[in-house]
């Protein structure tokens, strides 16, 4: 087994031999299509931005696979890990050491490695002598000891933690003591579409004449849906064609877990407040171009999410990657990206704060242009190939013994 309790060393020179720009073979590991879930698409996209933006670098994908589960995976993916089989780490941290590749990109969630708090995924990371490379997806200002554990012990492994906000690095630093150098802060990817007129989409879904509000994503009640829903008779009130639109499935895990008794709940509560007129659900997951174009024909993007900690949002960064105007609860990531002006926060369970949020923006045709305008300026730094060549600039100047600081980074990101 290999520790490598030098990782962190900021002046650490990272030698691909034979490499000029990039690596000539990485290994990426994490949730992957068509497995449903955010952590997949997000592994999804990371490669496909490889592929396109590093063509003479070959990636190799070890995707995650949940208990009892199986997927048709494509041919990009070399290896299937089953979550709760031990054995498996090791033979993947084998198989990855002996593949030739020139460095490991890891995707961290808890809850898609086995073992205490996902502690199993450390047994793959012992095999490896290569540079690692962390996504953190969650970062917990409060774990437990088996969180904490597992946490430390990635860090402990690690050349660069990757974080999609400042918040992160603050935990980071504070929280686990990682130093300033060895943490680059890269925003969530988006698509690189260009900006369309919602009304020019909204015959497409049945909404023409229809304002249209917006939430996706997989339904669970930490998303606030609810809230929305309260305030919808007094936004209806002062504008009569508005349309709440909730999309996506249920959780899984909550569907394992109770069936769909939350949307059960939602839709009695829609019934209740008569409002059957104004709110659709459109239960599935569905593919990337289709949600695109829902998003498209929205007028405001809505995340009432209500957990304060929540440090990345794939949906929030989808909707201003596309310029829309967006009404939030101010969690962590919302609170960063929403803070130069791109729309309007409100807080956790404010139904009142949400119907008057949401109703300046449907009935204000300038603000919300202006709101839109300046999500979408904002979303051009944002992309996937944008995040893809920050991240692979950090990798050259790693190899080169020269770690671009994460402040540097971030401002490559947005001056490109």
């Excluded at 200002?141 to 660069?160: F, K, M, Y």
């Excluded at 060895?182 to 879904?205: F, L, M, N, W």
């Excluded at 504008?239 to 877990?257: D, K």
């Amino acid at each position: 087994m290999v520790r490598r309790d030098d990782a962190l060393s900021p002046a650490r020179s990272l030698v691909w031999a034979g490499s000029e720009v990039s690596p000539r073979r990485i290994a990426l590991v994490g949730n992957f299509l068509p497995r449903l879930c955010g952590l997949a698409t997000y592994t999804s996209h990371v490669f496909q931005a490889l592929e396109r933006r590093f063509p003479d670098t070959a990636v190799d994908v070890y995707a995650m696979v949940d208990l009892g589960a199986a997927y048709d995976f494509p041919p990009a993916v070399v290896s299937a890990i089953s979550q709760e089989d031990s054995e498996a780490y090791v033979s993947a941290g084998r198989a990855i050491e002996a593949s030739g590749a020139e460095l490991l990109w890891l995707q961290h969630e808890f809850g898609i490695y086995g073992g205490s708090a996902g502690r199993l995924v450390l047994d793959l990371l012992d095999q490896i002598t290569m540079p690692l490379y962390v996504t953190l997806h969650t970062i917990l200002e409060e774990p437990n000891d088996d969180q904490r554990a597992v946490i430390s012990g990635l860090v402990a492994r690690a050349d660069t933690l990757i974080v999609m906000a400042e918040k992160g690095r603050e935990i980071l630093q504070k929280v686990y003591g990682v130093p300033l150098g060895s943490i680059a802060v890269i925003p969530h990817g988006v698509p690189d579409r260009r900006y369309v007129e919602p009304d020019a989409v909204k015959t497409r879904y049945g909404l023409q004449g229809r304002k249209t509000i917006l939430t996706f994503g997989l339904l669970s009640p930490g998303k606030g849906i609810e809230t929305v829903i309260k305030a919808l008779p007094a936004i209806s009130a002062r504008c009569p064609e508005v349309v709440y639109v909730v999309l996506g499935a249920t959780h899984p895990h909550l569907v394992a877990q109770e069936g769909e008794s939350y949307r059960g709940q939602l839709e009695a509560l829609v019934r209740e407040k008569g409002l059957e007129r104004h709110v659709r659900f459109l239960d599935g997951f569905v593919e990337e171009e289709e949600l695109i174009g829902w998003l498209s024909a929205a007028d405001v993007y809505v995340t009432p999410y209500l957990n304060p900690v929540q440090i990345t949002s794939g949906a929030l960064a989808y909707a201003v990657g596309l310029g829309k105007p967006v009404v939030s609860t101010p969690y962590v990531h919302a609170r960063e990206l929403l803070g130069g002006g791109v729309g309007r926060l409100v807080g956790f369970g404010d139904i009142d704060g949400t119907a008057a949020a949401i109703s300046e923006l449907v009935l204000d045709d300038n603000v919300r242009a202006e709101l839109a305008g300046t999500a979408y300026r904002l979303g051009r730094s944002m992309t996937w190939d944008q995040q893809i060549e920050t991240a692979m600039g950090r990798f050259s100047a790693e190899r080169d013994g020269s770690p671009t600081p994460a402040s540097e980074l971030a401002g490559l990101l947005l001056a490109s």
